[in-house]
């Protein structure tokens, strides 16, 4: 079965930056979409980013524009750089791998057990 797992979580102030890395198992990488998911207490679950097996990307309007996502196939990793980072980004990051369904919505299929990022002064 597929595993991934999140890392680079952490407390960070105001207007900082961090990268989190995402590793899945397996030799199948290359062939799933990927995707960052949050979700902070007391709300839903938000798709934040994803990435295409193509390589094509989509992000929320929330983080558009500081966040980028990125894949290194070789390394079956998968990548989430956050800057200009705001305590409304405060919440568990989840990476996932997926795919797109006919109408191009974001299923997925497995998910990593998540990492804190918590944003404030």
């Known amino acids: 079965q597929v595993q991934l797992v999140e890392s680079g979580g952490g407390l960070v102030q105001p207007g900082g930056s961090l990268r989190l890395s995402c590793i899945t198992s397996?030799?199948?990488?290359?062939?799933?979409?990927m995707a960052w998911y949050r979700q902070a207490p007391e709300k839903q679950r938000e798709l934040v980013a994803t990435?295409?097996?193509?390589?094509?990307?989509n992000s929320a309007d929330s983080v558009k524009g500081r966040f980028t996502i990125s894949r290194d196939n070789g390394k079956n990793t998968v990548y989430l750089q956050m800057n200009s980072l705001k305590p409304e980004d405060t919440a568990v990051y989840y990476c996932?791998?997926?795919?797109?369904?006919?109408?191009?919505?974001?299923?997925?299929?497995?998910w990593g057990q998540g990492t804190q990022v918590t944003v404030s002064s």
């Open positions: 397996g030799s199948m990488f290359s062939i799933y979409a």
């Open positions: 996932s791998a997926g795919r797109f369904d006919i109408v191009g919505k974001y299923s997925a299929n497995y």
């Open positions: 990435i295409g097996s193509g390589g094509g990307t």
